[in-house]
C-alpha cells in the first residue's frame, strides 16, 4: 500500500522552504484547510436546509444577489484568519472595503469565499479561491497598498473545490499539490502532488452565449476549436472550470466585450490566484495581451478579461 500523506503533514514538511519562516505561513493554510471542511460539509447539506438555501436577499458589491451560504462562508473564512493572528486584513468578493483585524499579522488576503455561487442551488460545484501577500504598509493599519501589489508578489495562492469530492489546491511558489478530503475521516490527503497542466489540451470553456459580443479574433478562435473538434464545457464555476482543465489540458476564457471591456471576474481574488497556479503548473494566463501576474491593480474589485491554461491554447487564443 502507498504512503497517505495528510495535508497537515505535507504543510509541516514543507515549511522549511520559506527561509526564516516562523510558521505564520503553515498556521494559515491551516486556518483554510478547517474552514474547507466546514464549507464543503454545509454545501452538502445545502439541499437539506431551506435556510442556507435560496438567496440571502442582500447584494453585494457588483451588485449581484448574494447567496446564503456566500455569506456563511465569507464569515468563517474571516472569522478563522481573525482568530489565527497571521493576517492583519482581508479584502473578500462580498466586502466592499477591506476588513481589519488590528492584530499586527503580517500578511493580507484577498479571497471569493464562494466562487461560482449561481450554481449553489442546483447542485453543481462551487467553490473558494484565495491569495495571500506579505503586508508591505507599515502604518497601523493594512492599507490599499497593500491589496493593490501585481499578483507577481503572491507568496500563496490556492482553491478549494466543492465537487463530487472536496479538493484544496495550493501553491507557494514550489509547484502545484492538490489534496482530496476523505470525509468519512475528515481529513485532506495528498492525492494529486506536483500536479502539471498539458501544453496542449481539447477542451474550451466560454460562455458562448456571448459570442455575437466578442472580438473577431475571439470568435475566430472559438471557430478554430470547432473546426478541430474540441470539446465545449462550461460550468459556470470558474473554480470547477480551471480545476477540470488544469488536470485534462484546455483553455478557460472570459474576454472583455463592447459593453463590457474587462469582462466580469475580478483581478485580485480570482484571476491573480489562478495566474499563480496555472503558471507554477506550466500553463499560462493573460488578460489577451499582457500577463496577468504582471498587472498593477488600481482598485479592490477590479475586473479584467481572462484567458488562462494550456500554454499553446492560451497563445493561439489570444494571437490575433
Ligand atoms: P461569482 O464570483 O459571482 O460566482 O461569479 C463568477 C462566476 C465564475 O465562477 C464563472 O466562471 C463566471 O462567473 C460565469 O459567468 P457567466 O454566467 O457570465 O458565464
Ligand atoms: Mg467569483
Not at 501589489?149 to 478549494?160: H, L, N, T
Amino acid at each position: 500500500m502507498s504512503e497517505i500523506k495528510t495535508l497537515s503533514e505535507f504543510i509541516v514538511e514543507r515549511q522549511g522552504e520559506f527561509p526564516g519562516a516562523t510558521g505564520d505561513l503553515s498556521q494559515l493554510l491551516t486556518a483554510f484547510r478547517l474552514a474547507a471542511k466546514i464549507v464543503s460539509r454545509e454545501a452538502n447539506k445545502a439541499g437539506l436546509l431551506a435556510d442556507i438555501l435560496g438567496a440571502a436577499g442582500n447584494e453585494n458589491v457588483q451588485g449581484e444577489q448574494q447567496q446564503k451560504l456566500d455569506v456563511y462562508a465569507n464569515d468563517l473564512f474571516i472569522r478563522m484568519m481573525r482568530t489565527q493572528g497571521a493576517v492583519c486584513a482581508v479584502a473578500s468578493e462580498e466586502n466592499d472595503d477591506i476588513v481589519h483585524f488590528d492584530n499586527g499579522g503580517k500578511y493580507v488576503v484577498t479571497m471569493d469565499p464562494l466562487d461560482g455561487s449561481s450554481n449553489i442551488d442546483v447542485n453543481v460545484s462551487i467553490g473558494t479561491i484565495f491569495s495571500i501577500y506579505p503586508r508591505v504598509s507599515t502604518g497601523p493599519k493594512a492599507t490599499l497598498e497593500d491589496f493593490l501589489q501585481p499578483g507577481s508578489k503572491q507568496i500563496a495562492a490556492g482553491y478549494i473545490v466543492y465537487g463530487s469530492s472536496t479538493m484544496l489546491v495550493y501553491s507557494t511558489g514550489h509547484g502545484v499539490n492538490g489534496f482530496t478530503l476523505d470525509s468519512s475521516i475528515g481529513t485532506f490527503c495528498l492525492s494529486h502532488p506536483q500536479m502539471t497542466t498539458p501544453a496542449e489540451g481539447t477542451i474550451y470553456s466560454v460562455n458562448e452565449g456571448n459570442y455575437l459580443d466578442f472580438s473577431d479574433g475571439v470568435r475566430s478562435y472559438i471557430d478554430d476549436c470547432k473546426k478541430k473538434r474540441m470539446s465545449a464545457r462550461y460550468i459556470g464555476s470558474l473554480v470547477a472550470d480551471f480545476h477540470r482543465n488544469l488536470l485534462k489540458g484546455g483553455i478557460y476564457m472570459y474576454p472583455g466585450t463592447a459593453k463590457a471591456p474587462n469582462g466580469k471576474l475580478r483581478l485580485l481574488y480570482e484571476a491573480n490566484p489562478l495566474a499563480m497556479l496555472v503558471e507554477q503548473a506550466g500553463g499560462t494566463a493573460t488578460d489577451g495581451t499582457r500577463r496577468i501576474l504582471d498587472l498593477k491593480p488600481t482598485e479592490l474589485h477590479q475586473r479584467c478579461p481572462l484567458y488562462i491554461g494550456s500554454k499553446n491554447m492560451v497563445a493561439a487564443a489570444t494571437k490575433s
